[in-house]
């Protein structure tokens, strides 16, 4: 009886209907992939759909959102926000706030999504699916620098429609064959792509600089799965800069992309790692000129 009331709270928990998009959304993904059968330019649609999006992810809600890395226009501010929305990752508000929390806690008591601290299920999943009004709320104080412009507060409300657009113009363009690969499949491994930043980016790699919390360096997620959010150890080590490969190994495939947007106008004031905080050295040695022992730097003040 106690197994059965176990499955009974975790369903309630994780399975309640607030959470039922999320679900069917991978439902489809699966069920239709099996019973269409597998596809190679499905496939390579469903890639191309996830390149295109985990880019925004990372350059939009993260980089600009969350940390103001580089500074641009109000309209395309406006157009980024769109376009992350196109990921189905919520709003830009509610994002950049559970982020900037994420760094301010991290790895400790608040820190939401903590594999350190709670398990890797809750960690990747169980805290956006979980039932807790405390997750939808937006903690409003932490961004007040973005809820100034009342068009973000527009769409924060309306933030499913970027993604809803998306799906139907595969539909109406590709039909079925479109949407199933370029939306469903593609959106069900953009989520698990950008979850892996919170999940395995504090659980396996290596740990160049001693930041108060477990983040690590990644090159399989930061070449091949995030854009360049992989390098997660090095960002939290320093999150103002915009690049987050210090590195010219470290590819940061988000970060060549403001840099194109920067030479076309679109972006300035991009603020990248000094060469004393990618060498780990604190201000104080620079002024000595004494090299540090590595790890020497604590991570920036939390916000
Ligand atoms: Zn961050
Ligand atoms: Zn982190």
Redesign the pocket.
Known sequence: MDSVRRVGAFARRYFHPGSWPFWGIHVIAIVGVAVSGFSWSGLALALAFYAARMVWVSIAYHRYFAHRTFKTSRAFQLVMAVLANTTAQKGVLWWAAHHRR??KF?DQEGDVHSPVLRSFWFSHIGWVVEKNPERERIDAPRVKDLSAYPELRVLERLCHLPALALALTLLAVGGWHAVLWGFFVSTVLLWHGTFT??SL??LFGRRRYATE?D?RNNWFLGIFVTCGEGW?NN??HYQAAANQGFRWYEVDVAFYVIMALRVLGLVWDVRVAPPHVVRGETRAQVAAGAAAPRPAVQSPERR
Request: cysteine-free; proline content about 0%; overall charge negative.
């Open positions: 994420h760094h991290s930043v919170n980016n504090h919390d983040s997660h960002h939290h």
